[in-house]
């Protein structure tokens, strides 16, 4: 089938590259030049400059000009196609609404063309965006106000998980179309004619209304869970050093009715997903006339958990006043290049507010994302923050390290913090990655870590 993937960031290239894979004649377009400019060199550098996802940049290097074009045009692909995908980004606005402007000139750009098509076959458009609920309908009257002939429009909303992108495009979870028109469900059929019959993977026909809600009712479970376990597991384990988190989790979790996903405590979830998606959702079911307690409070708990670990060195008579800090992890998760969101950005907010002299950090993927974020151009602060390329170096000379990455590489971080730093030094662990903290404090070390009592 002929597919047009608009949009071409974590969703939109993965999913490009995917389909190319399954044999469809796929053109990812994009409004950003550089971007595509650095997708056609097919070069892995080039390409994970902006996507750096496991197995991706060696799909669209296999696929290239064979079934896979990236173009920067969408008038010349226009004709012919089948299925178009919209992945481009729906930010939170300033008062917590999805921003939906990159969204409606994407829309702008493409109704016009669809109205002119010589070709009169079938086209779908497809929501991948996630987009608030009702936004399919919306986009069906944009399409009949151009007059469009023969288009449908469906909602496919994305779950991947950043970091495990292509593994979850080729199997995923489930597979869900929301639609109105049984035409375009039989073309999303064709489309994902390999998930269809799938035996593991639930393919879901519902309306476009049902797979908009299911989006954002999946995100703000899964955000619910980090809350609970960081704000209740983890500050319970905090208070008493004979509950023993990691024990604690296997016996809750043994229970085949409560998932072990969210357990593993941290200094909060970040990412381009959850918060907005939380928040959208509470104003939808605000604009519903709706009471929104329980989401408010999931949104609250994680964005005070993010920073927690400098409030409970400070009850401690800890300052960071006038300290060097190294920072180890910037990226949201584990194998990601990504720091939407992430909590290394709201501590080194909070770092430099409490007057810290310097902020050495490292991240394996990350450093380039966090030099184009942190530009003195935008706060005269930044210009305390600098980056290297190991734990190692970002280490030296610091007073004191915070871990905010799950990494895997960090759990031996406690040889290295032996080797370049002597006591007294202050560990603050986001992610509880050090298996021999115990060890660290018997050599005089400070630590604390989410959902352990302090040690010293
Ligand atoms: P992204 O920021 O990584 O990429 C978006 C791309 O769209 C960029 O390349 C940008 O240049 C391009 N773009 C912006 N406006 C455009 C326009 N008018 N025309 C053409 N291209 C345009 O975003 P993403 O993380 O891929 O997210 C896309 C959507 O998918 C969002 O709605 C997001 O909520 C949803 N989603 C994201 C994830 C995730 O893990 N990142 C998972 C599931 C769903």
């Known amino acids: 089938m002929k597919v047009i993937v608009i949009g071409t960031g974590f969703v939109g290239l993965t999913h490009a590259a995917v ?23 097919g070069q892995r550098q080039e390409i994970e400059r902006y996507v750096n996802e496991p197995e991706l940049a060696a799909i669209v290097q296999e696929r290239l000009a064979r079934s896979l074009f990236f173009c920067n045009e969408l008038a010349p692909i226009i004709e012919g196609v089948e299925v178009i995908f919209l992945c481009v980004p729906t930010p ?15 829309v702008s750009v493409l109704a016009p063309l669809l109205a002119q098509r010589r070709d009169a076959g079938r086209v779908v458009i497809v929501n991948k965006s996630t987009v608030p609920v009702g936004t399919a309908r919306s986009l069906a009257q944009i399409l009949q106000e151009y007059q469009v002939p023969n288009v449908g429009v469906a909602s496919n909303p994305e779950f991947l998980p950043e970091g495990d992108a292509v593994e979850k495009s080729r199997r995923p979870d489930r597979v869900l179309i929301g639609a109105d028109d049984q035409q375009d469900f039989q073309l999303l059929r064709l489309l994902y004619s390999q998930f269809v019959h799938h035996v593991r993977i639930r393919y879901i026909e519902t309306t476009p209304e049902t797979a908009e809600a299911s989006k954002y009712v999946a995100n703000s479970l899964l955000f619910t869970a980090i809350s609970f376990w960081n704000g209740v597991a983890a500050r319970l384990a905090e208070t008493d050093e004979k509950i023993r988190l990691d024990e604690l989790r296997m016996a809750v979790t043994a229970d085949s009715r409560i998932s072990p996903w969210g357990s593993y405590v941290s200094n909060g979830a970040g990412g381009s997903c959850f918060g907005k998606d939380i928040q959208s959702l509470i104003r939808q079911l605000r604009t519903g006339g709706q009471q929104t307690p329980l989401l408010d409070s999931v ?54 507010q409490r007057g810290v002299s310097a902020i050495r950090t490292y991240d394996p993927m990350a450093l380039n994302n966090a030099r184009r974020m942190f530009t003195p151009e935008k706060n005269p602060l930044y210009s305390k923050i600098s980056y290297h390329e190991s734990a190692q170096e970002a280490l030296q000379g610091s007073h004191a390290v915070c871990i905010s990455t799950d990494w895997q590489e960090f759990r031996g971080l406690s040889r290295t913090i032996r080797q370049t730093v002597s006591p007294p030094y202050v560990i603050l662990d986001g992610r509880r990655m050090l298996p021999d903290a115990a060890e660290l404090v018997r050599a005089g070390y400070d630590y604390v870590a989410v959902g352990s009592v302090y040690l010293q």
């Open 19 to 41: 389909c190319s894979e399954y044999g469809h004649e796929v053109y990812a377009y994009d409004i950003d030049r550089e971007r595509i400019a650095a997708y056609q060199t």
């Open 92 to 106: 939170a606005g300033l008062d917590g609404a999805t921003d939906l402007s990159s969204y409606l000139a994407a």
């Open 299 to 352: 949104y609250a708990i994680n964005e005070e958990q993010k920073t927690y670990l400098l409030e409970r060195a400070e009850q401690q008579g800890i300052s960071f006043q006038g300290k060097t800090v190294a920072l180890v992890g910037l990226a949201f998760k584990q194998r990601t290049n990504d720091i939407r969101d992430a909590s290394s950005l709201a501590l080194i907010e909070a770092l430099l």
